[in-house]
């Protein structure tokens, strides 16, 4: 999972044309983003269950948790954009070619009062036919925007 930072920048444009003594003038608002920089979690805990170097949250009670922690960023006036990218099954040891729904939590990193909750669905881009022997077909993607307001001395905890 990363996060990037971006600024959307507003500048206006004004054109004057005169003719003998009229002149007209029209102004027009121009909004763009620069690329946003991306930042790697610094620190990832997760309660699920550590299979084949993959963390999966299995428990049909969804008490399980993976917890990314961000540190050191520096710029990010108006929000973050949050992407991640997760393994996603119909149910544990099941099978490929699914998307999902899950909530995204963010908490002070010192005190740990829940700051916001955010719903996401993470998509699966491509569904493999099952006698497939590897790993495709398991990665969704998925992206929101979080208020800056999140980052406390530099750092984000989701």
């Not at 003719?19 to 003038?25: I, N, R």
Request: hydrophobic share 30%; with cysteine.
């Amino acid at each position: 999972m990363c996060i990037g930072t971006k600024n959307v920048e507003t500048i206006t444009v004004t054109a004057t044309c005169t003719v003998g003594t009229t002149t007209l003038t029209k102004s027009v608002n121009l909004s763009f983003s620069p690329r946003p920089k991306e930042v790697k979690a610094t620190l990832f805990v997760s309660t699920g269950d550590f299979i084949s170097n993959w963390y999966w949250l299995r428990d049909t009670g969804y008490t399980q948790f993976g917890e990314w922690t961000f540190t050191g960023i520096t710029s990010c006036l108006n929000y973050l954009l949050l992407r991640s990218t997760h393994l996603v099954t119909d149910k544990p040891s099941g099978g490929r070619g699914y998307s999902a729904r899950v909530t995204y939590k963010f908490f002070h990193p010192v005190t740990g009062v829940l700051l916001g909750a955010y719903k996401d669905y993470l998509l699966n881009l491509w569904s493999p036919a099952d006698n497939t022997s590897d790993s495709t077909g398991y990665q969704t993607i998925g992206s929101i925007c979080v208020p800056s307001s999140y980052v406390i001395n530099g750092t984000f905890k989701s």
